[in-house]
């Protein structure tokens, strides 16, 4: 008898748990606009529990401060997701251009003390409103376009939006929605002549043919830049406080179940490289200096309006491993 009550303790135990997963499933759909055929939505809802059970146990990890959950990815696999939003081998396809890439050399009269405890160009005007890629392998060609969007606003043209879509359709090196690179993007956007204004060539997230229209240039770059391919952090935050916010790469799978905090040394990011961001700036968040990271999924990912809360001085997520900039 004992035995029987226990059982059927264990199973309501279960099924309240199946419907509070559930319940949640439910409210994921209302809230992304999801829609599912009979047969797709038993595989979604298998992979949603699984997504569920994966923040769990990242939260429960000792010193864990970033917080996981629901997102708008949350019915997708890890591997759907690398395939649909992140790019493979990326770290593979910079050497041929770190011979003769140009170095940024910090000024020699700033010093770290004089950093004040926050800075953001998006206090400046200089920063473009965060973008949604979609489900396409671009970010490269958006950490690229945000990286020239600023730098072009910051020397005294104005902010505009430009043209991501004609770097995905265009840039023949790169491989559009199948991924990139912002240095062989620079090198498109140099070759080119310049970008298109995004109302003039808006993205649409898929590749399409090349529709580039050089009397339609808005913008135009002399040529990019190193900060740091070495993890300099100190380079990072003095290119940051001297001349504009840069783009960098970084390993962003465990980014896909993130919804707010600070991912510090200790959340199990990766150092990988695979996915282009714009970095703005810094601040203090629950007592920890972060990186303060735009991402590309739009403004409904994350807590943050599409912002991500990074720790510095630690390579977390690798964010010092390829950061660069365009020049005006």
Same mark, same amino acid.
């Not at 020699?108 to 973008?131: C, H, L, M, Q, R």
């Not at 199948?178 to 090198?187: I, K, T």
């Not at 714009?278 to 629950?286: E, F, K």
């Given at each position: 008898m004992k035995f029987l009550v226990i059982l059927v303790a264990v199973l309501f135990a279960c099924a309240v748990l199946a419907e509070t997963d559930e319940d949640k499933f439910q409210s994921f759909i209302a809230k992304f606009g999801? @829609?599912?055929?009979?047969? =797709?939505?038993?595989? /979604?809802?298998?992979?949603?529990?699984?997504?569920? /059970? /994966?923040? =769990?146990?990242l939260n429960a990890q000792p010193k864990q401060t970033a917080v996981f959950g629901v997102t708008k990815f949350s019915d997708l696999s890890p591997d759907e997701f690398r395939e649909q939003y992140l790019?493979?081998?990326?770290?593979?396809?910079?050497?041929?251009?770190?011979? +003769?890439?140009? +170095?940024? @050399?910090?000024?020699?009269?700033?010093?770290? =003390?004089?950093?004040?405890? @926050?800075?953001?160009?998006? @206090?400046?005007?200089?920063v473009t409103p965060v973008y949604n890629q979609g489900q396409c392998g671009s970010c490269w060609a958006f950490s690229t376009t945000e990286s020239i969007e600023s730098m072009n606003a910051i020397a005294g043209n104005g902010l505009q939006s430009l043209s991501m879509q004609q770097i995905v359709d265009c840039d023949t090196t790169d491989g559009g929605c199948n991924g990139g690179n912002p240095p062989y993007a620079y090198q498109y956007v140099m070759d080119a002549g310049g970008l298109e204004l995004y109302a003039d060539y808006p993205y649409v997230g898929v590749q399409t043919e090349c529709r580039f229209n050089p009397s339609d240039i808005a913008a135009k770059i002399s040529t990019w830049q190193w900060i740091t391919e070495d993890d300099n952090e100190a380079a990072m935050q003095s290119f940051v406080y001297t001349t504009g916010p840069p783009s960098i790469c970084v390993d962003a799978t465990l980014w896909q179940t993130y919804t707010s905090g600070v991912i510090t040394a200790d959340s199990g990011c990766g150092s990988r490289l695979d996915h282009c961001v714009q970095l703005t700036g810094w601040l203090q968040v629950s007592g920890y200096n972060v990186w303060n990271v735009r991402n590309s999924w739009g403004q409904d990912w994350a807590d943050n309006g599409g912002y991500i809360y990074i720790e510095m001085g630690y390579d977390v997520c690798g964010i010092g491993q390829e950061v660069t900039s365009s020049v005006v």
């Amino acid at each position: 008898m004992k035995f029987l009550v226990i059982l059927v303790a264990v199973l309501f135990a279960c099924a309240v748990l199946a419907e509070t997963d559930e319940d949640k499933f439910q409210s994921f759909i209302a809230k992304f606009g999801k @829609s599912y055929t009979p047969a =797709e939505y038993s595989t /979604r809802f298998q992979i949603f529990k699984d997504n569920l /059970r /994966r923040s =769990e146990a990242l939260n429960a990890q000792p010193k864990q401060t970033a917080v996981f959950g629901v997102t708008k990815f949350s019915d997708l696999s890890p591997d759907e997701f690398r395939e649909q939003y992140l790019i493979a081998n990326l770290t593979q396809q910079t050497a041929p251009l770190l011979a +003769k890439a140009q +170095k940024w @050399s910090p000024p020699k009269n700033i010093k770290t =003390e004089a950093y004040p405890a @926050s800075f953001d160009w998006n @206090s400046k005007g200089v920063v473009t409103p965060v973008y949604n890629q979609g489900q396409c392998g671009s970010c490269w060609a958006f950490s690229t376009t945000e990286s020239i969007e600023s730098m072009n606003a910051i020397a005294g043209n104005g902010l505009q939006s430009l043209s991501m879509q004609q770097i995905v359709d265009c840039d023949t090196t790169d491989g559009g929605c199948n991924g990139g690179n912002p240095p062989y993007a620079y090198q498109y956007v140099m070759d080119a002549g310049g970008l298109e204004l995004y109302a003039d060539y808006p993205y649409v997230g898929v590749q399409t043919e090349c529709r580039f229209n050089p009397s339609d240039i808005a913008a135009k770059i002399s040529t990019w830049q190193w900060i740091t391919e070495d993890d300099n952090e100190a380079a990072m935050q003095s290119f940051v406080y001297t001349t504009g916010p840069p783009s960098i790469c970084v390993d962003a799978t465990l980014w896909q179940t993130y919804t707010s905090g600070v991912i510090t040394a200790d959340s199990g990011c990766g150092s990988r490289l695979d996915h282009c961001v714009q970095l703005t700036g810094w601040l203090q968040v629950s007592g920890y200096n972060v990186w303060n990271v735009r991402n590309s999924w739009g403004q409904d990912w994350a807590d943050n309006g599409g912002y991500i809360y990074i720790e510095m001085g630690y390579d977390v997520c690798g964010i010092g491993q390829e950061v660069t900039s365009s020049v005006v």
